[in-house]
């Protein structure tokens, strides 16, 4: 329901909005929005609760602002502070491929099973891993409608502007599943040797 609401409402006021500085503000805060209520429901599915701890609260601020972050990447290929530099660019920029987070959660996922005994290290780079995939994927979703997603090298998959919303749920209603799944088979997995005792 937040989600929707911030998203539709971020939407509106984009479409009414000329002022270039204040449309990049708009769609930042967009973005954040969208990705603090992402984790939230992600983190509250997961742990069946109904009230956002305050380690769920730093973690949903903290996603909002990797996802407002990602729209940097527009500076840094534009190799320019100007705004309308950043916004002209005739590619997408390296941080708007979905590729990026499915790998980087693959990445943290297996290293936190084989470089580390220690669970509270493991658990916060799985933690991490599902908090820069949702914050990425939140964000590419939403400029996704525009563009198409972008899963490089295979190219981009285009959709209407009236599912972005429902696909942006049900990524965070799968990744809430996937957690209490791969959390419950951690416990049970065999024991993997570690290279480095943290
Ligand atoms: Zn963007």
Partial sequence: MCIAGVAVLGDIFLQSCQNLH?????????????????????????????????????E?????????????????CAASFKLKAAVSLSSRPFLHCTTI??????VLHMSSRIFFKSERLKTLLRDLGWIQAIALVSHHLRDGHRRGI?????????????????FTLLVCFTVAK?????????????????????
């Avoid at 939230?40 to 956002?52: D, F």
């Avoid at 602002?65 to 729209?71: G, H, K, Q």
């Avoid at 972008?150 to 429902?166: E, L, N, T």
Wanted: glycine share 4%; net charge positive.
């Fill in 150 to 166: 972008w899963i490089c090298p295979f190219g981009s998959i285009k959709y209407p502007y009236v599912v972005y919303i429902p």
């Fill in 101 to 106: 987070p499915i790998i980087v959660l693959l």
């Fill in 22 to 58: 204040l449309r990049a503000l708009t769609d930042s805060c967009t973005h954040f929005g969208i990705a603090v209520f992402s984790w939230m429901s992600v983190e509250l599915n997961c742990r069946q609760q109904n009230v956002c701890t305050k380690k769920c609260l730093f």
């Fill in 60 to 76: 949903s601020i903290f996603c909002g602002f990797l996802s407002s972050a990602v729209d940097l990447d527009h500076f840094i």
């Fill in 178 to 198: 996937a957690r209490q799944i791969l959390d419950r088979n951690l416990n049970k997995t065999l024991k993997i040797p570690s290279c480095f005792d943290a």
